[in-house]
């Protein structure tokens, strides 16, 4: 019987670090682990084979024990508003979606960093179909690599599946590849990641990286924002606003709030006046969302008019609010909507 070939280990996903060590392991010249990054990211080479400027007794030695490893999406559905969700398969036999959002002079990509969340917030179909797994960096970043557009991408947003910093060490990892110069060179200014508000990871976040923050605020009130992120329990919203404000998080750096309007929960003035109250002395904006309604969730959308009031309420109060263009509602994209399930579409 043949002997079962030997899985190969994948190169993308590495830092330059890891491909160091790659490199010594197999005896390959200290200068050959930038030259396999610069393949795997910059010319996005699809095989070892390409790597025309390592010797080809170095490629073979790769080849034997490793491969790029990138994974192509199995489907993926259009919007009517041009947005792309795309589906990803996993080891898991599960499914991780990307969302690609195109606007004027804007190609938004959102990732995921979780095969669906553990953080059961109430308002969100990922949450409900509870945590299957962590995405590697190499998984993170393989959503970027494979998709269409993948070389018109301008801004990439961490807002997908999962909790970014409940899976810190790969989130972190996948931002240092896609911001280095050997790596994706992409900028850190046009990468934002959002959490729920897990404090070290924040902590972790700000101290190693220069890219943009986005929190989930949803309401000023402690006990609302625990009805509808049970998980911030453990994370007080107080402490969490200190942390933030004793931060010096240099001029080019963006703290942002997401705000979902639910009506008659979130939305009043008594919120308005309270979320300025809370945030007065942060350098911050607040995107005000819309809530996309989740079947078996009782929780309804703010109308139009509340919405435009609470922002030109906050507006007023000196803090730079904006309502956030919903898109791809109807191939259940938008925010809160993306699901582990496999979907009907092209393949
Ligand atoms: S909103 Fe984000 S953190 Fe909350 S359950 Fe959904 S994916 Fe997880």
Same mark, same amino acid.
């Given at each position: ?162 909790? *970014? ?15 280095? *110069? ?86 009043? *003035? ?22 996309? *309604? ?54």
């Amino acid at each position: 019987m043949d002997k079962p070939e030997a899985v190969k280990k994948s190169l993308f996903g590495k830092t330059l670090t890891e491909l160091k060590s790659v490199a010594g392991n197999l005896e390959m010249p200290g200068y050959s682990a930038l030259q396999i990054a610069e393949w795997i990211y910059g010319k996005r080479a699809a095989s070892v084979g390409e790597m025309t400027n390592l010797s080809k007794a170095f490629r073979e030695k790769l080849s034997q024990q490793y491969e790029t490893g990138v994974t192509p999406f199995s489907k993926f559905v259009c919007s009517a508003d041009g947005t792309k969700k795309y589906l990803f398969p996993t080891k898991s036999g599960k499914y991780i979606e990307a969302v690609f959002i195109p606007e004027k002079n804007r190609y938004t990509l959102c990732l995921s960093t979780q095969v669906g969340c553990k953080m059961g917030c109430l308002f969100c179909a990922t949450g409900r179909q509870g945590f299957q797994g962590n995405l590697t960096a190499g998984e993170i970043l393989n959503q970027l690599r494979m998709i269409e557009e993948s070389s018109n991408i301008t801004n990439i947003v961490y807002m997908g599946m999962g909790e *970014p910093f409940d899976n810190t060490p790969e989130v972190m990892k996948s931002l240092e590849i896609l911001t280095s *110069p050997w790596g994706f060179g992409f900028g850190a200014r046009r990468i934002t990641v959002s959490t729920i508000g897990i404090t070290s990871g924040i902590q972790t976040f700000l101290d190693q990286s220069n890219c943009h923050l986005a929190v989930s605020l949803h309401s000023p009130v402690e006990e609302e924002r625990r009805e509808l992120m049970p998980v911030t329990k453990a994370y007080p919203l107080g402490t969490m606003i200190e942390m933030l404000k004793s931060f010096e998080t240099g001029r080019q750096r963006r703290i942002s709030f997401e705000y979902i309007m639910f009506g008659g929960l979130n939305d009043t *003035p008594f919120h308005a006046r309270e979320l300025a109250r809370l945030l007065n002395g942060l350098r911050c904006r607040i995107n005000l969302i819309r809530f996309h *309604p989740v079947p078996g969730v009782e929780l309804l959308p703010a109308d139009e008019r509340t919405m435009v009031n609470f922002r030109d309420r906050l507006s007023r109060k000196g803090i730079t609010t904006t309502i956030r263009q919903s898109r791809g509602e109807d191939i259940l994209a938008a925010c809160g909507m993306l699901s582990t399930k496999e979907l009907p579409g092209k393949g």
